[in-house]
């Protein structure tokens, strides 16, 4: 089983739809981040946690939300989704500030 | 603004050549690492270079590392059409309770 799922993997969607992207790792990490891709921007942070009580915004934090449910868990939303939301999400969690980031493998999100 | 810059943008080679790869930072760092991003898919971990490290090998990968320019670079030796993919450099703040950021990397297409 993979060390780090994201759900959905694809999601099609409405402009003000409300969305919620979610990460469950079983590596026992603490840190776990949110991050969005766009063709040729390469990876833009938009939360991080280090731990179940720290939730710290990134670069790109507005319009979005996060929840760090426990250790494990941490969801990502949308809370009325917009067309340049439209992007490739990926979650990713690590040991340490500077250690290695394990990545899930993406959802990629199309608001119409 | 990102803290990371690959050089070139895209790169394209023939199967057997070397690919070289360079990353510019702006701070100062504990590590630098490099990661591979398959079409559409999770990064993936390659190599990660402390600061006080000049030179790191992986295999057929080679990183080095200068503070004092603030560069890094990414040798792919003997390349293969399996390592057509996007490289990433992130870079880490030395300073306390920040996130990893990444470039917007360098795409590598190999062909046989």
């Known amino acids: 089983d993979a060390d780090v799922t994201q759900t959905p993997r694809n999601r099609i969607t409405k402009t003000g739809k409300r969305i919620m992207l979610e990460c469950s790792q079983t590596?026992?990490?603490?840190?776990m981040y949110w991050y969005r891709q766009d063709p040729g921007l390469g990876l833009r942070l938009i939360y991080y946690?280090?731990?179940?009580?720290?939730?710290n915004k990134g670069e790109i934090s507005d319009g979005y939300s996060v929840s760090r449910q426990a250790q494990a868990k941490f969801s990502l939303s949308l809370e009325s989704a917009i067309p340049n939301q439209t992007a490739l999400y990926f979650c990713a969690t690590s040991d340490g500030t500077a250690d290695t980031q394990y990545f899930g493998p993406g959802t990629r999100l199309t608001v119409l | 603004s990102q803290q990371g810059e690959e050089d070139p943008q895209a790169l394209s080679i023939q199967e057997g050549e070397n690919a070289t790869m360079n990353c510019s930072y702006k701070?100062?760092?504990?590590?630098l690492q490099w990661y591979r991003q398959n079409s559409g898919r999770g990064l993936v971990h390659l190599i990660l270079?402390?600061?006080?490290?000049r030179e790191k090998h992986s295999g057929r990968l080679r990183v080095t590392l200068d503070t004092s320019k603030k560069s890094s670079s990414l040798l792919i030796t003997a390349s293969r059409a399996a390592d057509t993919a996007s490289y990433f450099c992130?870079?880490?703040?030395?300073?306390?309770?920040?996130?990893?950021?990444f470039g917007k990397g360098t795409t590598l297409s190999v062909s046989s």
């Open positions: 590596k026992g990490h603490d840190r």
């Open positions: 992130a870079t880490d703040k030395s300073e306390a309770g920040t996130a990893l950021i």
């Open positions: 701070t100062s760092i504990n590590n």
């Open positions: 946690s280090f731990d179940v009580k720290d939730i």
């Open positions: 270079i402390r600061s006080n490290e």
